[in-house]
């Protein structure tokens, strides 16, 4: 029996990726102890070629983007909806956003119980509509803690 071979972001090419302690630490903390320290992951100094200065960022493309293709592009049909009927980024300026945004997410996770996976009024999944309302409470949940710390 063969097995498939895994696809090329299958593969992880960080040497150690069991460490994730840093997660739980404000970014002051990771500056202090060093986690944002500009170093490659497999210690090629940085003027040597094949250098990559990486190490400890976000995976962004292997960890989410990868990951998460169709529900990612669910997402972007509530953004667009959204945006036809309010405005684009208009999200951001909502008084009382995280709050909101977490009424809203709720909404939709109970709604789904009631109507089943569909948005009778949006055609959209209440799944991709609660997943939306989540990422936008917690950017503006970071963004805001990126103010009260003085970080950006």
């Known amino acids: 029996m063969n097995t498939p071979k895994p ?3 299958e593969y992880d090419t960080r040497p150690d990726c069991s460490d994730v302690s840093y997660m739980s630490k404000s970014i002051e903390q990771q500056i202090k102890e060093g986690y944002q320290s500009e170093r490659d992951p497999n210690d090629i100094p940085l003027k040597q070629p094949g250098a990559k ?19 990612l592009l669910e997402v972007g049909r509530v953004s667009e909806r959204g945006a036809q009927k309010y405005s684009w980024r208009g999200w951001e ?17 109970i709604l789904e119980g009631i109507e089943g996976p569909y948005d009778k009024d949006t055609g959209l999944l209440h799944a991709a509509q609660s997943a939306w309302n989540a990422l936008a409470r917690l950017e503006l949940i970071l ?10």
């Not at 200065?53 to 529900?71: E, N, T, W």
């Open 53 to 71: 200065a990486d190490a400890g960022k976000s995976p962004v493309m292997q960890g989410v983007l990868q990951y998460f293709p169709r529900a």
């Open 93 to 109: 300026h909502v008084p009382n956003g995280p709050l909101r945004y977490g009424d809203a997410l709720s909404r939709h996770i």
């Open 143 to 152: 963004r805001e803690s990126e103010s009260d710390h003085g970080t950006t």
């Open 7 to 9: 696809l090329p972001w």
